[in-house]
C-alpha cells in the first residue's frame, strides 16, 4: 500500500483544515488506518485511528471533539477533518495503515503500522 497525504498549510487559530490521505496499491478497505503528528525533537504522537470498515473511532484525548477521522473506501481514501486548531496542532501529520485481524482493531501506537504516507505540514498561527 502507498500511502500520499495532502491538504496540510498554514491556518489561523480556530480555524479549520481538512487532510486527506490517498492509497494505492492492495485493497485498502480491509486496512485499519491511523493518523499521527510530529514535530522537531518529539516523538510521534498519536492522533486518531479507525478500524476497517469505520465502525470503531479513537481519538487521542487533546484532539476528541476537534478532530474527526473518516474513510472513504470507494474512494481508498481517508479524511481528518480539524477544527478549532490551537498553536500547539502545528505539526508534521502522517497517515498510516495496516492490515490487522481484528475486525474492530485501530491501533493506537506508530511502531503497529506498516504502511506510512509522507506526511503534511500544518500551521496554526496564533
Known amino acids: 500500500v502507498q500511502l500520499q497525504a495532502s491538504g496540510g498549510g498554514l491556518v489561523q487559530a480556530g480555524g479549520s483544515l481538512r487532510l486527506s490521505c490517498a492509497a494505492s496499491g492492495r485493497t485498502f478497505g480491509s486496512y485499519a488506518v491511523g493518523w499521527f503528528r510530529q514535530t522537531p525533537g518529539k516523538e510521534r504522537e498519536f492522533v486518531a485511528s479507525m478500524n476497517w470498515s469505520g465502525s470503531n473511532t479513537i481519538y487521542a484525548d487533546s484532539m476528541k471533539g476537534r478532530f474527526t477521522i473518516s474513510r472513504d473506501n470507494a474512494k481508498n481514501t481517508v479524511y481528518l477533518q480539524m477544527s478549532s486548531l490551537k498553536p500547539e496542532d502545528t505539526a508534521v501529520y502522517y497517515c498510516?495503515?495496516?492490515?490487522?485481524?481484528?475486525?474492530?482493531?485501530?491501533?493506537?501506537?506508530?511502531?503497529?503500522?506498516?504502511?506510512w504516507g509522507q506526511g503534511t505540514l500544518v500551521t496554526v498561527s496564533s
Open positions: 498510516a495503515a495496516v492490515s490487522v485481524p481484528g475486525r474492530w482493531a485501530a491501533p493506537v501506537t506508530s511502531y503497529e503500522y506498516t504502511y
